[in-house]
Structures are given as C-alpha cells and as structure tokens.
C-alpha cells in the first residue's frame, strides 16, 4: 500500500511563493506519475501538473510559467513550486500518483493514490 502526506500550504500574499511537498511513503514501487491537483469552494477539482518517473512534465494554463513541478525518487517526494500567486490559487491542493504498469508484485493493487490535501491561500 501508499500514503501521500502534503505538506507546505499556507497564507500568502499575492505575488509570494510557496512551496509544497508531498511525501510517499510504503510500496512506492507500486506508484508511477505523479501530480498536483487543487480544488476550491464550489468548484470541480482541477489538474495543476504531473511529472512521470523519468520526469517529463505538463502544466494547466494557469500554472504554466508560475508554477514548477518536479520529484525526487530517492526521497520519494514530489514537490511544486509556486510563484506569483493569484488569489484564484486559493485552493486545497492534493497530491496523485497512478499505479506503476510495470509493478507486477502481489505488493501492488493497480490503484491510483490521493493525499488528503494541503489549503493554500492567497491574499489580496
């Protein structure tokens, strides 16, 4: 099994920077890509960006040229670094990863994962 642990949300000014962490723990063989999605108030959650093992990337329009994501296997943490923040960053910010294709171990169900999330905030 997996656990994803967000870390790092807070208050911040628009036009700071934050940076999250996201933390997994147990059978990370299991686990491939991982991404950032957010989620606000009356909103449908939304992708922000992923990154595959080999770390290639892709970003939402609204993270593009903000917004880094990047993972170190090693550690097996993913973070995102976040600049210029925009009061419309304000969300609950989750951690993903898919399932690993090419885990064949008994260890490994095929799921995906989610952490339970991190509030970022971001004031006028």
């Known amino acids: 099994h997996v656990q994803l642990v967000e870390s790092g949300g807070g208050l911040v000014q628009a036009g700071g920077s934050l940076r999250l962490s996201c933390a997994a723990s147990g059978d990370t063989i299991c686990i491939s890509a991982m991404g950032w999605y957010r989620q606000a108030p009356g909103k449908e959650r939304e992708l922000v960006a992923v990154?595959?093992?080999?770390?290639?990337?892709n970003y939402s329009n609204s993270a593009k040229g903000r917004f880094t994501i990047s993972r170190d296997n090693a550690k097996s943490t993913l973070y995102l670094e976040m600049n210029s923040l925009k009061p419309d960053d304000t969300a609950v910010y989750y951690c993903h990863a898919d399932p690993n294709p090419w885990a064949t171990t008994v260890l490994c169900s095929g799921q995906d994962y989610w952490g339970k999330g991190t509030l970022v905030t971001v004031s006028s």
């Open positions: 990154v595959s093992s080999a770390g290639r990337t």
